[in-house]
């Protein structure tokens, strides 16, 4: 009898803890169930916040953002915009006491680190071909480097010049050789003349007409990013002193490991962006000459198009000077009105040859721009075959005609070849472009106000527990 009430007490305890531990454990499940479909409703809020991306943006520039700033409502809407999807999906069972927003990645964050990251992704998914490979492959790996022995050719001749100088002393012979030689035309005068008035009163093609209309910078990323914009290059038309001549035939010569470096970037840039030569990328633009915003910066399209022929020239000038320079039929052409005229400038032949090998090389140059902006595709590198000017008439050269080759490179090319000149500078002004169109098309709103990830604190309490944590969505 003792015995049976000793096993009814123990079953009865036994009972008791089984009950109590079934209590237990199906509350632990009630509390682990609810905290789970707080996570699931948590993170569909901040997916409709994700999916409240800029659609303009992302249709004519493939890239994911949203505002939020929210026209003007600022962050506290998005807090609540996540409370009222949470609430709606939770049940009245439970209670959202805290949504705060601890930080937001921009766009431009670490130096544009998400828009890199963007461009990479598009460019893949869309099968965009490297631009960079196709160039380098027209070029057949060339650039516009000045061979060695033609810069010690031009030095030896410049440190020649006090021994070159020492010539007819007398008045009498001076003045007999000034009258023979005082009718020796200059080539000189001409580019002296267009850099003058600007190199567009002679590139500009028939039927191009580059806007003066200035855009505001102030507010745009570059500027708010203090990305200053370099002023409108320019080549030393006077061809007056070899040292700086050597500088621009330098200064645009070595580009190859650039472009490959930056292939995406230029890709992407030439797929989105309108240019001088190609405005149907996207319509409706408040800078016509885009690409050319990306490389010179600044605030009109004739500015823009002014510093980037310029440059043009200069990745075009050190192509046509190796090659005009190794050319000894037209070496003897420039040699010929260099020895009379050397007496009358003051300069002594063996260096004003050269100098006019440089002013006849950037005549040439500037009529291969002109037919790039006129549509042209042109071959890289100078042969006797494609020479296009004559060093008798260079003033009437804007009328020769360039010759085609449908494997060389074209306008849109020679962009893609200086934004690998321009460093991270074009992602800055990339954003500047979408910022100044979308104003213009689709709003207000600010690109360092726009984030790609997104990252609050939550708490939400329910019947049996509450939860905390930290949760971050982006694209």
Known sequence: MNNQGKITVFLCLMLSSLLMLGLAIIGAVKVYSARGKVTMCARTAM???????????FEHYHILLFDMNQGGKGEAYIEEKIVEDMEANLGTNFKVQNCAIT????????????????????ILYAAIEDVGEEIISSTDGMDGTIPSEILDEMNDADNSLADSMEADSSGDEEEETSTTVSDVD??????TWLGNFGILTFIVPEGMSPSRAKIDTKQLPSRAINIDAEDVFKINTKFDDIDVMEDDLLSHSSWISSLGEK???????????????????NPDTVLEYEMEYLIAGKTSDYENLESVGAKIV???????????????????????????????????????KYLLAGCWSYVESLVEVRALLEGKTLPFKKDSSNWITDFNDLEN???????????????????CVLLAFEGDDIYERMLDVIQINT???????????????????????FEGGESSFNMGVGY
């Not at 997916?47 to 943006?57: D, F, L, P, Q, T």
Request: aromatic letters at 14%; a negative charge.
């Open 103 to 122: 930080k937001y990645v921009s766009i431009a964050d670490d130096d544009c680190k998400a828009f890199k990251e963007q461009i990479g992704d598009y």
């Open 263 to 281: 292939g995406a970037a230029i890709s992407y840039a030439k797929t989105v962006f309108n240019s001088a030569t190609d405005g149907e990328k």
């Open 397 to 415: 050269s804007k009328y020769d005609t360039a010759f085609e080759d449908e494997k060389g490179l074209d306008y849109e090319d020679y962009l």
């Open 439 to 461: 104003w213009e098309y689709s709003g207000e709103i600010s690109l360092l106000e726009c984030a790609v990830e997104l990252y609050v604190d939550l708490n939400v309490t």
């Open 314 to 352: 200069a990745i075009r000038l050190p192509v046509n000077y190796a090659y005009l320079v190794s050319d000894s039929v037209k070496m003897s052409e420039v040699s010929s009105v260099a020895t009379p005229l050397s007496i009358l400038v003051g300069i002594p032949q063996p260096v004003l």
């Open 47 to 57: 997916y409709n916040v994700r999916a409240g991306y800029n659609s303009y943006i």
């Open 186 to 191: 200059d080539p000189r005068e001409y580019t």
